[in-house]
């Protein structure tokens, strides 16, 4: 058995692919219960700020505090890729006048909103905006660090990633999954939303699981597609699974960003929790 078989356990581990709790248990209440329920984390200087528990890749080197959210993955009946949304509801102030809030939605055993994506700037860009006017499917992203196989446009599709067990780029394990640089909610936007995707068999095992962490893994992946929200927790760049630079950091089978060299492990998921900014009025 190979040091990368020990660290990502197949079926015998799969309760390791999941790991971690919540900083302060009072956190894991933040949001409010029940699917698709009106947030009540609401200022009055923004939109939805405040403790917000979440589950992303766990930070494993260098100075990143936190993991990196995952956004919830579905597949259509066409097999494009996009990621769940929960959107926003109006609502009446006690002044009489409607506000906008957030809505949550329980996802594999936890509250998923937008506010998993508030920091970094993220929080005031149009697509995390109520008058964003574009569908929630990922598009290939274009430019210097994206994959040398991936498309410049379109929409992800599953058909691309029919290679995800042999595929290599020649950084770290071959066949340990695909990944692909994405954007999210970014049409007609000046600045858009960064994304790794990533299909692995490694995650499709996970899934397969029973205990809470696999509970959301099932439901926030599908067919061993992941996304996460590629924004550096530390000061924001933008990491790249199986970056031609991550082995000279023993990285080479992470995301790696190369700002100050964190690193991500995308088979460690862990459930965490931080104070999310407001989106701006
Ligand atoms: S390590 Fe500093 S921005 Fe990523």
Known sequence: MSSNDD???ANSGRRRFVKGVVGSAGLASAGTAGVAAVNSLVSSSGVG??????????????????????????????????????????????DGSTKLVVQTEEIGGIEYSPQWFQYCGIQGLGGLSPE???DNYFRYASGGRAYDWQPS??????EDFADYETWTNGVGTDGLGKGAFATWRSQDVDTPIPVQILRSSRI?????????????????????????????????????????????????????????????????I?????TALPRPE
């Open 7 to 9: 660290k990502y356990p």
């Open 49 to 94: 700020g405040g403790a917000v528990a979440y589950y992303g890749i766990e930070n494993t080197k260098g100075p990143a505090p936190r993991a990196m959210p995952q956004i919830p993955v579905e597949i259509d009946d066409e097999g494009y890729l996009r990621g769940r949304w929960t959107g926003f509801e109006e609502v009446e102030a006690r």
């Open 132 to 134: 964003y006017d574009g």
């Open 153 to 158: 446009s379109g929409r992800v599709a599953v």
């Open 204 to 268: 499709e095992r996970a899934a397969e699981g029973d205990d809470e962490g696999a509970e959301w893994l099932a439901a926030s992946t599908d067919e061993g597609f992941m996304a996460v929200l590629n924004k550096c927790t530390h000061y924001c760049c933008t990491p790249k699974f199986k970056s031609p630079q991550g082995p000279k950091f023993d990285a080479g089978d992470e995301s790696y960003c190369p700002c100050h060299q964190s690193a991500y492990d995308p088979f460690s």
């Open 270 to 274: 862990v459930k965490r929790s931080f």
